[in-house]
Structures are given as C-alpha cells and as structure tokens.
C-alpha cells in the first residue's frame, strides 16, 4: 500500500479535501496537524495490512520482519535476524572454517541447525536477551597441535534483545 501509490493518492485527496473545506467555509482548523495525523493513520495501516517493501528485506544471510530459513554458504560470514524468526541450517558443514561467522540477532528469536559431529568455537554476547550454547558432551576437544580433519566452525554469537539457540540434529 506505501509503494503502490494508493497511500500516497488517498493522502493527497484528504490534503486536498481539508484544504477546499477550510476555504470554502473559511474555517480556522490547523491543516498541517490534520494532515500529520492522516499521514500516520495511513502509515499504520499501510503497516498492518500491507507489510511496505521497505520494511522487509530478506536474502540468503539477512531477515527482517518475516520468517524465513536460512542456509549456510561459505562465501557469507554474517547472518542476521531483526524482528523476526528465522532458522539458520549448518549441518552441511563437512571441513574446517577459518573464518568466524557471525549470527546476530535483534528483537527475534534464531535456531541454528548444527551438525552433531562438528566442532564449535562458540563466543557470544547478550543484551537484554539469550544465547543458549549447544550440548557440551557433544563437542570434541581436539588439541591444536593436532591436524584434524573433524568439521569445525567459529562462530561469534550476539542477541540484543533476542533470542539465539543452537540445536544439534
């Protein structure tokens, strides 16, 4: 409704409308109060029943505002969730990941998916919200001297807000 031009012409109709009845019965009413106060009355239900496309944005590594799966891809290294609830599936890590992925989460809630035989190297960061660490038992400490071919990941963890678990499948 913001983009398709209907919030836009039912906004300027009323603009035009408050402005013919104040000079046509020379009435003293605050225009701009007026229309402010439609404007935000559209917008909110432009919000509720239409969703705006600038309000949703989602690709394969960033949710905001919808529910969505993730998938893990090599060449990305940060995944994000704002106001929404999204599941991140890692269990298709077969090798060793240098790099450290981050997954953030604000004001949603996130599972990642992880694999039961890979390896974690997990830090996490909570404000005002949770980050719940994968099964101990499950994870295989491997001294680093040692050359493995056991499937790791570091992953840098952060909730504002939000809610991020990770579950062992």
């Known amino acids: 409704m913001f983009n398709s031009g209907i919030f836009w012409g039912i906004f300027i109709i009323a603009f035009g409308v408050v402005m013919i009845i104040k000079h046509l019965f020379s009435l003293d009413i605050p225009v ?24 949703i944005h989602s690709d394969d590594h960033t ?17 994000v969730s704002v106001f929404s609830n999204a599941e991140l599936d890692m269990t298709s890590i077969d090798k060793v990941i240098d790099e450290t992925i981050e997954i953030n989460s604000v004001f949603s809630e996130m599972t990642v998916l992880l694999n039961k035989e890979t390896k974690v190297n997990l830090r ?7 980050v719940t ?28 807000f939000g809610k991020i678990t990770f579950v062992r499948k």
Do not use: Q
């Not at 404007?39 to 600038?54: D, N, T, Y």
């Not at 949710?63 to 995944?79: A, C, I, R």
């Not at 996490?124 to 949770?130: M, R």
């Not at 491997?142 to 071919?149: C, G, W």
């Open 133 to 160: 660490k994968p099964d101990a038992e499950i994870v295989k400490e491997v001294p680093d001297s040692v050359e493995t071919t056991i499937p790791t990941i570091n992953i840098k963890a952060t909730a504002v």
């Open 63 to 79: 949710v905001v505002f919808s529910n969505k799966g993730l998938t893990f891809h090599e060449n990305e290294d940060e995944y």
């Open 32 to 55: 701009v109060k007026i229309m402010f106060g439609v404007f935000l009355i559209l917008l909110g239900f432009s919000v509720l029943f239409a969703r705006p496309k600038f309000m």
């Open 124 to 130: 996490s960061d909570a404000v005002f919200g949770s």
